[in-house]
């Protein structure tokens, strides 16, 4: 095992450096080196623990590891410059990223094992930069993380020690749990490596490559928080823990804060307040879809009856939409020889729509694609496309060719 793991509180160690091979540069990233230690304390990514960041030093070069990989039993460190053989290093650990991580990862630990007495099984987890999940086989009710939350946070109080105990000899490894083994990367050397199981009290017993805490009470608490629906039953239940907890209930109050702010209401009067302006908003809408309906039956008669005199209308409402064009469209209906009809709606980078009614599509819509250059469309009978963006002075100009048919 790696010092790392023997010691996951050591934040300095000497060693030296037994291989440093170049990785190549790509067409996205620049040449980098993997630097390989006698021993290393840290952690390289794996179990769904991120990578340990830190630094080798020699002499008076201060060389940054952004990143450490296992490769087998091997942990390759990727550094910007190289190192030579044989150098002796200090390694310095980022401790505030390690011991984040420990208490994320600790307290996944605990969660995963909270959930098992409920027979929800931890299908897969993961440590993100602000938030950690576990996959479960079925969904849970706010209810029941609750329950889970509450109790989660009861066993840390009670201050369990976190011990790990190493299988390394055959004997040890064929009788050990078959569901124990089932948890091991298959990448992972077991015949020349071991098999490390993280125990929590008598409450969890788990194999795992990890860095991991001292007791239960150093994860501080843990804070269960939304779930999200996955593939099948699946769903991903998102979690704080430690010093994330007090982060976010930080960053949820300089939130609520400014939502105070904005609705001129008190915390508690959050909700109805957004009821209120939820239904506002439903009312205006539907006013509005009224009086747009009404404006499109309005100005699909004044087309229909320029039509009468006219070769071509052409009718362009910025404000308007897909629907409005299709209302005036059903109301022009079929369109005698000779005539077309360009309509055309949105503005700026919000884009819009353009429809041609008539029997000269092909001749119409090529012309309308020079002027208009952000747009895509077909079809029979009818020429629709869609706008992208309209570029400055493009109505103006699809206007005056209008015009001119």
Same mark, same amino acid.
């Given at each position: 095992m790696l010092t790392c793991q023997n010691e996951p509180y050591l934040k300095a160690f000497t060693t030296r450096v037994t291989g440093c091979q170049e990785v190549p540069k790509t067409k996205k990233t620049p040449a980098k080196y993997e630097v390989e230690l006698e =021993?290393?304390?840290?952690?390289?990514?794996?179990?769904?623990?991120?990578? @340990?960041?830190?630094?080798?030093?020699?002499?008076?070069?201060? +060389?940054? #590891? &952004?990143? #450490?990989k296992r490769d087998g039993l091997i942990a390759k460190h990727e550094t910007d410059s190289p190192i030579t053989v044989g150098t002796s290093v200090n390694v310095d650990l980022d401790w505030a990223r390690r011991f984040d991580h420990m208490q994320q990862h600790t307290g996944q630990h605990l969660v995963s094992a909270i959930f098992d007495t409920r027979k929800l099984e931890t299908l897969a987890w993961n440590m993100g930069e602000k938030f950690c999940y576990v996959e479960l086989p079925k969904r849970v009710t706010r209810e029941e993380m609750d329950a889970v939350q509450d109790e989660?946070?009861?066993?840390?109080?009670? @201050? !369990?020690?976190?011990?790990?105990?190493v299988i390394t000899n055959e004997e040890e490894k064929a009788a050990a749990d078959p569901s124990v083994i089932e948890k091991i990367p298959d990448d992972y050397d077991?015949?020349?490596g071991v098999i490390r199981v993280v125990n929590i009290g008598d409450i969890d017993h788990n194999p795992c490559c990890g860095? $991991?805490?001292?007791?239960?009470?150093?994860?501080?608490? /843990?804070?269960? !928080?939304h779930t999200q629906a996955m593939r099948g039953t &699946?769903?991903?239940?998102?979690? +704080?823990?430690? =010093?994330? +907890? $007090?982060?976010?209930?930080?960053?949820? $109050?300089?939130?609520?804060?400014? /939502?105070?702010?904005q609705l001129s209401c008190l915390t508690e009067d959050i909700e109805n307040k957004l009821v209120a302006l939820n239904q506002n908003l439903k009312d205006t809408s539907n006013r509005e879809k009224m009086w747009m309906a009404e404006v499109a039956t309005f100005t699909a008669h004044k087309a229909k009856q320029d039509l009468e005199?006219?070769? /071509?209308?052409?009718?362009y409402k910025p404000e308007a939409s897909l629907e409005f064009l299709n209302v005036i469209a059903k109301e022009i209906g079929d369109l005698a020889e000779g005539k077309t009809a360009i309509l055309a709606c949105?503005?700026?980078?919000?884009?819009?729509?353009?429809?041609?009614?008539? @029997?000269? !599509? =092909?001749?119409?819509?090529?012309?309308?694609?020079?002027?208009?250059? $952000?747009?895509?469309?077909?079809?029979?009978?009818?020429?629709?496309?869609? +706008?992208?963006?309209?570029?400055?002075?493009?109505?103006?100009?699809?206007?005056?060719?209008?015009?001119?048919?």
């Open positions: =021993d290393t304390i840290l952690f390289p990514e794996g179990g769904g623990q991120p990578a @340990d960041q830190g630094t080798l030093t020699y002499e008076e070069t201060a +060389v940054p #590891v &952004n990143y #450490v989660v946070n009861r066993v840390i109080q009670q @201050d !369990l020690k976190i011990t790990t105990t077991v015949n020349n860095t $991991h805490l001292n007791s239960t009470r150093e994860i501080g608490s /843990v804070a269960l !928080l &699946n769903c991903r239940v998102f979690f +704080v823990c430690g =010093d994330r +907890v $007090h982060k976010y209930t930080s960053e949820a $109050h300089r939130t609520i804060k400014m /939502v105070n702010s005199t006219k070769n /071509v209308v052409f009718v949105g503005q700026g980078a919000a884009g819009g729509a353009i429809m041609i009614i008539g @029997d000269k !599509l =092909d001749e119409v819509s090529a012309k309308v694609k020079d002027i208009v250059v $952000h747009v895509k469309g077909g079809g029979k009978g009818r020429w629709q496309g869609k +706008v992208t963006k309209w570029d400055m002075g493009a109505a103006e100009a699809l206007e005056t060719y209008a015009m001119s048919i």
